[in-house]
């Protein structure tokens, strides 16, 4: 519930708070990472974080941070090449969180997730646990889809599930 107190905008009783940003969001017209946006995003999350509230960031941005890694000019079109630009991505986008948050004294982690991941009832079972043990830990998880490995969300561009 959001509640307005002195003209502020107030999350009362909200106890684990997800926050999803896109692409759109956190780059430059998919052309690599906005970093003043992501510092931006921050400065919000950790105001909940430091508020009490548990939060599990879904960031996207991997593929146009590789992109920009690559000296690529266009989005690849070809499966592999997507994936590879996730993977070189990948590295940049959880960097920039980690400093972001961590100039904030708020720790990160990074998880890599696929709907198989999530369709077995094992792993689905450990990936609780484990990002329980993060929030237990006041460890912002930042997620995305692990775009290296599944082929379905990177050719459509939805990590959004």
Known sequence: MIEVVDGQRQLKGCKRIVVKIGSSLLTANGKGLDLDAISHWAGQIAELHNAGHE??????????????????????????????CA????????HTWSSALEQRSIRTAQVLLTHDDLADRRRYLNSCDALQHLIDWRVIPVINEN???????????????
């Open 147 to 161: 775009d290296t490995v599944s082929t379905d969300e990177i050719r459509f561009g939805d990590n959004d599930t």
């Open 87 to 94: 993977a070189i991505g990948q590295m940049g986008l959880i």
């Open 55 to 84: 939060i599990i960031l879904v960031s996207s941005g991997a593929v146009a941070e590789g992109m920009v890694r690559m000296n690529l000019d266009n989005r690849p079109t070809d499966l592999p090449s997507l994936q590879a």
